[in-house]
Nanobody, 116 residues
């Protein structure tokens, strides 16, 4: 059974940092591109970042470029998102996504609130 479980969300002050993690199981992790997608309150889904299946390249939305870093671990089968210089606009539920061709899986999400 496929599982993607996010962790690391919470309340942080503007300018602060958080590190999100997503634990993957039930599928061949190394085949899949891994992404983070977020949904702010009352807004649609926004793609944040993707790392290739082999980890050779990463991409970021302009809104997070230079502040967020995506990485993956092939031993622990995890993908992480280091978020620095957080702003109120980063408040959202963050979802982990795994994609390989037509196969796609989502985690339940972890909530990040940036507020003073």
């Amino acid at each position: 059974e496929v599982h993607l479980v996010e962790s690391g969300g919470g309340l942080v002050q503007p300018g602060g940092s958080l590190r999100l993690s997503c634990a993957a199981s039930g599928f061949t992790y190394s085949y899949y591109a891994m992404s983070w997608v977020r949904q702010a309150p009352a807004k649609g889904l926004e793609w944040v970042s993707t790392i290739r299946d082999d980890g050779s390249s990463t991409r970021y939305a302009d809104s997070v470029k230079g502040r967020f870093t995506i990485s993956r671990d092939y031993v622990k089968n995890t993908v992480s998102l280091q978020m620095n210089s957080l702003q109120s606009e980063d408040t959202a539920v963050y979802y982990c996504n795994a994609k390989y061709g037509l196969l796609e899986y989502w985690g339940p999400g972890t909530e990040v609130t940036v507020s003073s």
